[in-house]
């Protein structure tokens, strides 16, 4: 009985060596290869994303053994001032230069004073649909975290932009905040979002609202003004 169950063990040997065993674990090998190359970090429209998933660009930003945090982010600086690194106008193409949105530093501000960080509106590594990596529930605020959403942020103009005239507010990027309660600077005494006429302008609901509203209001991202009204 022994010798038969070892002959039956080299029998099974024999026949894997001679291929009848090794295509599962070829295909096996062919669709593990498969999904590594389509595994990706999204980053529509954005400069985080795109790579595969065997890339070494995340390190970049992430180092394992010199990392810094529990995000194993190797650059011992946090929150926006990690962000400006790269988004001073040297490290990064896009956006060249931001400041983060904030009225602490626009003098002709009419709401109370707030200022964002940069990851409650971003998420670094990226979204499959929404451009500029920006979140489909974004944080209106951080401690206690209050989310709003889904923002749905596929367009500059038109359906799904910053502002549009759908009768929803919750899916639009600029307007979704501006409502909310939890907002540092709510309530809006200006406008909610890109109707302006309540504020004795024009409705610029589905135009491109960074027209006006830059990133980065003059130019100095040390400032604290991005999104207040520019020049133009």
Known sequence: MKRMGVMQSRRRWANASSGEGRLPALMLTLLSLLLLLTQRTLANGGPH??????????????????????????SPEGGNAFCYSCHDGTGASIPPIVSTHSNAA??????ASF?????????PHGHESNLR????????????????????????????SFDEMDG????????TCHINSANGGYPMNCHPGGDHTAAGGEDERGNDCTGCHRHDADGDRLTRDGFMPGDE
């Open 49 to 74: 994303g795109e790579y595969l998933s065997v890339t070494d660009a995340c390190s970049i930003c992430h180092r394992s053994h010199r990392n810094q945090n529990p995000e194993l982010v190797y």
């Open 168 to 175: 929803s507010d919750v899916d639009d990027l600029c307007v």
């Open 106 to 111: 626009f003098a002709e501000r009419q709401e």
């Open 115 to 123: 200022e964002l960080l940069c990851v409650q509106c971003h998420e």
């Open 133 to 160: 990596s920006v979140r489909e529930w974004l944080r209106v605020a951080v401690s206690p975290e209050v989310i709003t959403g889904p923002v749905i942020f596929t367009s500059r103009t038109g359906s799904d």
